[in-house]
């Protein structure tokens, strides 16, 4: 059947993007996050995903210029938009502001009246005319697959130490993993954002921010996390890792992201570990494994002491931010 175009707007036409678009969707996506891109990932998964439009813009020429992705989150009172991208020759242009306004009405028109705010997260500055919900930092570390059971005994020894110095003193609970029931019943007890203050008041997993909120629930069932908290039913430290996903880095590497919701030093200590030793136990990866871990900014100093000091694991990127956005819809 022959496809229809969704729209027009300002000299370029809309399709909703289809799988057959994929290579021409990756050949407008090179060198983009320095090969962390997570769209030849997600891709296909996109497409099937209810509450998910992913739009693209092309040319007069019918050259594919542009796309985005709006996700409808928070019990369709948000969008979250993400994967905007444009073609490195048409950049510079206004694309990106063409290509949101027409998404924006676009899902306007599925969605009438119920959305409040739209919501993003970037890695750069601030955007004009969004206002900034959360700061969260970033730490990156890189290194071969099989360096990581050394790079976690090295961390282990560090807790130990710092755990037989502090023992007469402190006494931190271990880190344990929720189940479906102890997750739901933690993400909606009204509390949860007091005690381990949640950027803008949301979860961001792997740069989504979603809401604790019922509606959301099914959408992180969906992303197959691995949970970790210092208590099943009252937490002020929660993590997870989202599965391991390839990405162009490098030729070809594994993507591990890590989200931390929390304050305490020792707790990220042992979530980052107890986190890694999951991912690694399985001894799937192999080849190069960039892993990023997202966290309250004033645990970003402690966190890349604790990782220092090994060879073969090491850090990928200085100090960086996530920022979350939000302006009204
Ligand atoms: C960032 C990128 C999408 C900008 O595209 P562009 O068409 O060259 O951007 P322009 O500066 O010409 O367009 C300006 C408009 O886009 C908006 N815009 C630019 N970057 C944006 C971003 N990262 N997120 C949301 N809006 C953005 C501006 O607010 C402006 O909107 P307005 O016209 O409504 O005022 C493009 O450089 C790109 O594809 N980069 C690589 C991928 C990337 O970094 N994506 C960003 C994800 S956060």
Redesign the pocket.
């Known amino acids: 059947m022959e496809r229809k175009s969704v729209g027009d707007c300002e000299g370029l036409t809309f399709w909703l993007a289809q799988a057959e678009d994929y290579p021409e969707v990756m050949s407008m996506s090179e060198g ?2 320095g090969g962390n891109d997570y769209l030849p990932h997600r891709y296909h998964e996109w497409l099937g995903e209810p509450g998910r439009t992913v739009l693209l813009a092309r040319s007069s020429q019918g050259k594919l210029v ?1 796309l985005e992705s709006s996700l409808v989150v928070d019990e369709g009172t948000s969008v979250v ?1 993400e994967g ?3 073609c490195v020759s ?8 063409i290509i ?2 027409f998404a924006d009405s676009y899902v306007r028109q599925l969605y009438p009246f119920t959305i409040k705010m739209k919501r ?1 997260t ?1 890695s ?1 500055d601030e ?3 969004y206002s900034l919900l959360a700061r969260r930092a970033v730490l990156s570390l890189v290194g071969e697959a099989e360096y990581y059971n050394s790079f976690l005994s090295h961390l282990k020894n560090k807790l130990c130490s710092a755990g037989a110095a502090s023992a007469l003193t402190v006494s931190v609970p271990e880190m344990v993993p929720l189940e479906k029931e102890q997750l739901r019943d933690v993400l909606l007890d009204p509390e949860l954002h007091s005690r381990v203050q949640l950027p803008g008041g949301a979860i961001i997993q792997d740069w989504q921010p979603l809401r604790p909120v019922e509606g959301n629930l099914e959408i992180l069932a969906r992303r197959n996390l691995t949970w970790l908290a210092d208590s099943k039913d009252a937490p002020v430290f929660l993590s997870f890792y989202t599965p391991p996903y390839p990405v162009p880095y490098n030729g070809g590497s594994m993507r591990v992201n890590i989200d931390m919701f929390g304050t305490d030093h020792v707790l990220a200590q042992r979530a980052l570990v107890g986190l890694l030793q999951r991912v690694f136990e399985k001894g799937e990866l192999k080849g190069t494994v960039v892993v990023h871990v997202y966290m309250a900014t004033s645990l970003w100093e402690t966190l890349q002491g604790f990782c220092e000091g090994h060879t073969g694991v090491t850090r990928h990127r200085d100090y960086w931010e996530q920022l979350f956005m939000e302006k009204e819809f």
Do not use: E, S, W
């Not at 048409?90 to 502001?97: E, L, P």
């Open positions: 983009i996050y542009a938009v905007l991208r444009v048409a950049r510079g242009r206004g694309v990106a502001g949101q306004r993003l970037r750069d955007l004009a005319k």
